[in-house]
């Protein structure tokens, strides 16, 4: 059986499949999905854990030994095996095919993977597990639906959101959940609330005895941009210490901004403002710091993008007031001056100058990557006291 994440939950209410397979590129929902799984699993008497994760050189042996073994703690285990590339190799495949055709009453065996392509999908192995079990297939949130899934979250922890609060976070942490979630945690905080739990969210197996495999490595939290600082906010800072769960928009951007002088996304909304001097003086006191570089050309690729699209349709001759329709309420001013300042020539040639300084990052090309980040930063500010590059050149002619 194939299932999406919002589906899990009541799968798991109906009864506890054998195997699961949980795939995907979004590492909030990968590791909720996971938990919901792994307490489902404690509560129907699985409680032992035991922990394996696939690399080169992985004893496939050793994972079939434990799959056959009988524990002495337990009358029924919980198997977890993370499969990062979603490729088992040969020895792996037939393994986990084997498994799947011959499920076990005394294991439930829970395989984690990346995003799987259609030859993976298609591959024996997870057809046998989705014959057998479950293969819970993780899609990232696409920004329609982010609102009601922060509403959601909300709900869930007892909070009030204001007017404008939701559609707020929702512009700043779209395709960024795991920070989407942290955020709406903090809030719960902040606010007092006492916090729920979502279906898919939980303790984990908090009580299940945790026995790491051979080959099995320390778990290593995933960093995503976020769109606050380190420090944290003083206690009582704000009026968000209220304990009615109310959450309004001066608190949330206090929120997102945290202590720090300036954001990013200050810094993307001075360059669209044509503030040339107020882009400068951000993105050095950023860089002074210590921001990292990736979160910047994160939030300004976003928006340029973003800006590319609706020139294009500007140019097909699409109405203005539709055009903008798309973007925030309290943003549309700011989006139409920018819009207004370059035609769509111009910033499809942004989003491709954005892709090169991106190359730069990755150190696949030369150059200085924060001298490259204030030159496209001022460029779509308006400023041109240089010649860009041959791309955003040749684009604008």
């Not at 938990?35 to 404690?42: D, F, G, L, N």
């Not at 899609?139 to 709900?155: G, V």
């Not at 080959?215 to 906010?233: K, N, Y």
């Not at 699209?309 to 549309?332: D, F, I």
Request: glycine share 8%.
């Amino acid at each position: 059986m194939q299932i999406n994440a919002d589906q899990l939950a009541r799968q798991l209410e109906r009864g506890l499949a054998p195997l699961y397979l949980v795939s995907g590129d979004e590492p909030l929902q990968v590791d909720e999905c996971s938990k919901a799984i792994r307490r489902r699993a404690e509560n129907a008497g699985c409680n032992e854990r035991c922990v394996f994760t696939a690399g080169p050189g992985f004893d496939w042996d050793g994972l079939r030994t434990a799959t056959q073994s009988l524990s002495l703690f337990a009358e029924r285990r919980l198997i977890e095996l993370n499969l990062s590339t979603g490729r088992p190799g040969e020895a792996g495949a037939a393994l986990l095919a084997e498994l799947a055709e011959n499920v076990s009453s005394d294991i439930v065996l829970l395989v984690i993977t990346g995003k799987l392509d259609k030859a993976q999908r298609e591959s024996h192995w997870v057809k046998a597990i989705e014959a057998a079990g479950t293969h819970v297939v993780i899609w990232p949130l696409d920004a329609q639906k982010l609102p009601a899934w922060l509403a959601q979250r909300f709900a869930a922890r007892g909070l009030q959101p204001e007017a404008g609060v939701i559609d707020l976070l929702a512009w700043h942490l779209e395709g960024n959940m795991l920070a989407a979630a942290q955020e709406v945690d903090k809030l719960a905080m902040l606010c007092g609330a006492v916090q729920g739990r979502t279906s898919a969210a939980g303790a984990g197996s908090a009580g299940a005895a945790a026995v790491q495999g051979p080959t099995s490595v320390p778990h290593r939290d995933v960093q995503m941009p976020r769109a606050q600082d380190a420090q944290e906010r003083p206690a009582g800072a704000g009026s968000a210490g209220a304990a009615d769960g109310r959450v309004g928009l001066a608190e949330v951007e206090e929120s997102l901004a945290d202590s720090a002088r300036f954001s990013i996304y200050q810094l993307v909304d001075a360059a669209l403002a044509g503030e040339v001097a107020a882009a400068r003086r951000i993105l050095a006191s950023l860089r002074a710091d210590g921001t990292e570089p990736i979160l910047i050309l994160w939030a300004l690729a976003r928006e340029l993008r973003s800006l590319a699209q609706m020139g294009q349709e500007l140019a097909r001759g699409k109405p203005e007031s539709s055009v903008l329709a798309r973007a925030w309420a309290q943003r549309r001013t700011l989006v139409g001056k920018a819009l207004r300042r370059h035609p769509a020539s111009v910033w499809l040639g942004f989003v491709r100058r954005g892709a090169q300084l991106d190359r730069i990052l990755k150190g696949r090309e030369s150059g200085d990557l924060w001298l490259e980040l204030e030159r496209l930063l001022l460029a779509v500010a308006g400023l041109r006291p240089f010649v860009m590059d041959r791309t955003v050149s040749e684009t604008s002619a």
